[in-house]
């Protein structure tokens, strides 16, 4: 564990919560650069209960070769309930000390985030002095101080995928599909995946579902122009789909199919977009890390990357950018059609 002036000779990286595709890319990233730098890498196993236990496992440059282009994480991941707590925390502490590590990289969501500070905080009130970074990672893209989080796109473009498959099939059959995206709370991955394939109607927890509004007047607006299949988005935080469906059915007498496309939006190979902001988020938390700016979480705002004080960017909220929505609502009001 470090002082201010200490240098920083080994890190920990982990991931923590669900995964996200690019999160190898990120555990890369700080690998390789860490490595650079002459800093020793441990790499976590199964995120913060990996600490707790002592799982870990030696990084060197070789060993994150051929991931970048991997979903899932090559470290695992887990949910600690173990780690909530300061008796759960104090087992991790002993890993940290017993393993020497100067500073931790813990790749995961605002969970992960808040379990980071809480080590650090309690590490602290010993006398010691523990650097977390955190790189947001998560499909979800919820992260209250970063306007994007590793994942995102990735999930969009698979579940944007899985859509454009079921379009043919609903087309043919001249049907409505409900399509149920995850997201936990938020309505990002359904709003942008809606947009994205000319959904009928799309709901978001966001935004109050008003069913005869949302659901039954777009629908009937599609068949008055013409259309004959139906592609209904909802946001997991704004209900089941298949209570969506069959409220549809009651009201409007048509009979809809359900597709739950679920952890599949979570695998697969990450895009572009998400191995680009792994490699800098990854090589900035080193970075940070260096310049002994401890408790930072690397943060995409104004467009840019940038680091925040942690315990202040867990206060931050985002808010949810409405324009899409109107984007979506304007060109599904002329014809409420299925592009
Ligand atoms: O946070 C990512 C996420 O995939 C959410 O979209 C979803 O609600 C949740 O995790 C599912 O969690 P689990 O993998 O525990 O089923």
Redesign the pocket.
Same mark, same amino acid.
């Given at each position: 564990m470090s002082d201010q002036t200490k240098e920083i000779k080994r890190i920990g990286v982990l991931t923590s919560? @669900? #995964? +996200?595709p690019g999160m190898n890319a990120a555990v890369r990233a700080v690998v390789r650069d860490a490595v650079s730098q002459g800093i020793e890498c441990i790499g976590i196993r199964r995120g913060w209960s990996g600490l707790i236990s002592s799982d870990f496992v030696r990084l060197d440059s070789s060993s994150v070769s051929h991931i970048i282009n991997r979903g899932g994480t090559i470290l695992y991941t887990a949910?600690s309930k173990e780690f909530m707590d300061e008796a759960g925390r104090e087992k991790a502490i002993g890993t940290c000390k017993l393993l020497g590590l100067d500073g931790i990289v813990a790749i995961g @969501?605002d969970g992960t985030f808040r379990g980071a500070l809480a080590l650090s905080r309690q590490i602290a009130e010993q006398g010691h002095k523990l650097d977390v970074i955190g790189i947001p990672a998560?499909? #979800?893209n #919820?992260i209250g101080c970063s306007y994007y989080s590793i994942g995102f796109d990735t +999930?969009c473009n698979t579940a944007i995928e899985c859509i454009d498959k079921l379009r043919d099939t609903m087309q043919s059959h001249e049907r409505c599909s409900v399509v149920e995206v995850? @997201?936990?709370?938020?309505g990002y991955?359904a709003l942008y995946v809606g947009t994205a394939v000319g959904a009928t109607a799309v709901l978001i927890p966001e935004r109050p579902v008003d069913f005869e509004r949302d659901v039954v007047e777009k629908i009937r607006r599609a068949r008055l122009a013409g259309t004959t299949h139906y592609m209904v988005v909802v946001a997991? &935080?704004a209900g089941s789909a298949f209570e969506i469906a069959d409220r549809i059915h009651e009201e409007i007498g048509i009979d809809p199919r359900v597709t739950v496309p &679920?952890?599949i939006?979570?695998g697969g190979s990450p895009s572009a977009r998400d191995r680009e902001t792994a490699s800098r988020m990854g090589y900035m938390a080193v970075q940070t890390l260096l310049a002994h700016k401890g408790n930072r979480i690397i943060a995409v705002q104004g467009g840019r990357l940038t680091d925040l004080d942690m315990e202040e960017a867990l206060t931050m909220t985002k808010t949810f950018d409405m324009s899409l929505y109107t984007v979506l609502e304007a060109l599904t009001n002329g014809g409420a059609r299925l592009v």
């Open positions: 919560g @669900g #995964d +996200a949910r @969501g998560t499909i #979800d #919820d +999930a995850m @997201g936990r709370h938020a991955l997991e &935080g &679920g952890h939006q979570r």
